[in-house]
């Protein structure tokens, strides 16, 4: 008789953006008041304009002549991996071919996906760490090894001691908001060539650095071609949450163990053309307007109106002098409450949420290490952020 997978049913019951969200609906029940959002990191500006008319465009060729059906493969419009490659070579310098660009729904399904072409055993992940890369191999069996980053560290955590097949690392990290620094970053690539490793390198919120020099792509670093995959996504600086794009690049010179060049480049196409048919069309004619100059302006203006509220969040808080890191190259920041309010950061969430109607995430939500921390999402309403920090600060105990 068939039995389930014990990896799936011993998973915690619900995925943690799943868990806030049904405690926050508890407590809006209970009080009748709307939250004060800064929890998961969803995007609340509309779509820009150059946007939406490609999209409606292309919804009109599809009502009419320009109807087209399935696409020759799974790996996205020839034209955006054109696109995306030209992207890449404007904005970091680094020369990627097209046929190295896969484009997709999102950096989620991508970084949960990805270890399927490897015989993954072992998985590292920086600790704290996005959910979902913890959840998705634990759901497979695998083995999960924490890398935490500490104060003490730099929040720049040491290549694991044990084996392992895949280390993750997200820069600009999410929950803490820090940059990946170019020594430690290289340092990592050349420990993954020694190792074999593949780093998983996820540049979700890349869009949001402002720190001038600052590393955004893996591949400025010397070599990191052999030993890296790259996953982008539209979510966070063009407003895609909702609409889902996203892409995943697979150089051709890298290698593991015994594969040759171009060998994994060419499993990511074939794992894709079985699990796939590709991304939406008509969400792909949105992805390429948002690469055009004035689809840049745009989507640069939504950026800035997040990193405004993202200061003026950082700024409120150290102003509470709670100690907060990330946020400026960000819209995340990591505020750590263990002394204020409670070392088991469920209850820092619980008190945010009773006391101050606001919404953050348990930073122990993010691996063992984010325990005692809140994390802050600069992605909500103004409004929001400004009533749940004069919400925090009438409430905040003194010490
Ligand atoms: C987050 O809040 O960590 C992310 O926005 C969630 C996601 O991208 O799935």
Redesign the pocket.
Known sequence: MADVNPNLANMPKDYL?VDIGKRVLANKEKTKKEPFKLG???TTLSLVPTVVEAIVEKVKAFGGEGYSGYADNSFGDPNLRQALSEYYAKKFGVSIKPSEVFVNDGA?PATAQLPFLLNTRAVAVEDPA?P?YISANMMMGRKIVYLPCTKENGYKPDFPKEKVDIIYICRPN??IGVIGERDWLTYMVKRAIETGTLIIYDV?YMAFIRTPGAVRSIYEIEDAWRCAIEVGSY?KWAGFTGVRLGWVIVPEALVVEDTKPGELNNLWGKYLNVYSNGPSKIVEAGGMAVLTEQGQKECGELVSYYLDTSDYLTGELRDMDIPVVGGYDSPFMFADLSQIISPDSWESFQWFLDVCNGVA?PGVGFGPSGAGWLRF?ALGKRDDAVAAMAALRANLPRL
Do not use: H, R
């Open positions: 953006f998961i990191g969803d989620k996005y979902a999410n929950p979700a979510s995430t999402s």
